[in-house]
């Protein structure tokens, strides 16, 4: 038996882990992608300790600093009988006392013609962290905030060319990712507009706008941000405000022994850094109410 379970292994999942066990407490971390999306970051220059780092370097780092093991297995479902939570996974089933729910986001599709076709046929919605197949290739980014502004600077570096798409006349992201992404000259913004069909046989090969403009790319990276990944919210009852999982400053939920952290709550700002701190906090509540249960 656990005493608790901390679901997701980014940012806010890895800082839960390090109060845990800082707490003494009998955890298990489970989570697909150790690191989560701070693997997509391009140059990270908003988070303490570091002027400049990039994502994936910052995402080894939190891992390295991990105290437990990761189990990287896909969680279906979670349950709770008789105040114990079970946690059900692709491999397994795990028990616990208490739970903190990390598990971010998924990502949005835009719904066009063809997306569903050329899914990993040129289409995808991550950036890679191996850019030598994207040497000398023109590029397509769809997105206004600040992955978008993150992903074209990242794939400027190889590419020939990078056409950053939004369906807006100005960016919604950080002043100083836009003034970088001006500043690149193998970046060509495509303003007030937007992706209406994918296009090509085996692979894609180019996109159709609604300004009736074709653009021949060899891939297209959609960064028009995420959904939280909610879908374990339901069964267990979980008030929502929106989309997003309804906390209180302690980053508790309407379920003694649920917690919540990062990307996935009501909380405004999804940055790397509140992310983490959500997740120490989440961390110390669940330890105050274990506390409570001996």
Not at 57 to 84: G, M, R, T, W, Y
Not at 236 to 247: A, C, R, S
């Amino acid at each position: 038996m656990n005493q608790l379970i901390i679901l997701g292994a980014g940012p806010a999942g890895l800082s839960a882990a390090i109060y845990a066990k800082r707490y003494g407490l009998n955890f298990i971390l489970i989570g697909q992608l150790p690191g989560g999306t701070v693997h997509e970051g391009h140059n990270v220059d908003n988070y303490l300790g570091f002027k400049t780092i990039k994502g994936p370097a910052l995402a080894k780092e939190f891992i390295n600093h991990c105290p437990s093991e990761i189990i990287e297995e896909q969680v279906e479902s979670i349950c709770k009988k008789d105040d114990i939570f079970e946690v059900k996974t692709d491999q397994k089933t795990y028990s616990g006392q208490s739970v903190i729910l990390g598990l971010g986001m998924k990502n949005r599709k835009l719904n066009f013609e063809d997306e569903e076709k050329f899914i990993g046929k040129g289409i995808l919605y991550y950036t890679p962290t191996n850019l030598i197949e994207l040497k000398d290739k023109t590029l397509a980014i769809v997105g206004g905030g600040d992955s978008a502004l993150c992903a074209a600077l990242k794939l400027s570096d190889p590419a020939k060319k990078v056409y950053l798409i939004h369906r807006r006349d100005e960016f919604r992201g950080a002043p100083a990712l836009v003034d970088q992404v001006k500043e690149k000259k193998n970046i060509e913004l495509v303003l007030s507009a937007q992706v209406t069909k994918a296009q090509g046989k085996e692979k894609l090969e180019s996109i159709l706008l609604n300004t009736e403009k074709e653009l021949k790319i060899d891939s297209l990276f959609v960064e028009a941000g995420g959904v939280p990944n909610i879908y374990l919210c339901g069964e267990l009852g979980i008030e929502m405000d929106g989309n997003f999982i309804k906390v209180n400053k302690n980053m508790e939920t309407n379920i003694d022994g649920i917690y919540a952290s990062g990307d996935m709550t009501n909380n405004p700002l999804k940055q790397i850094i509140t992310a983490a701190a959500e997740g120490a906090i989440a961390a110390t509540s669940a330890f105050s109410y274990l506390r409570g249960i001996k």
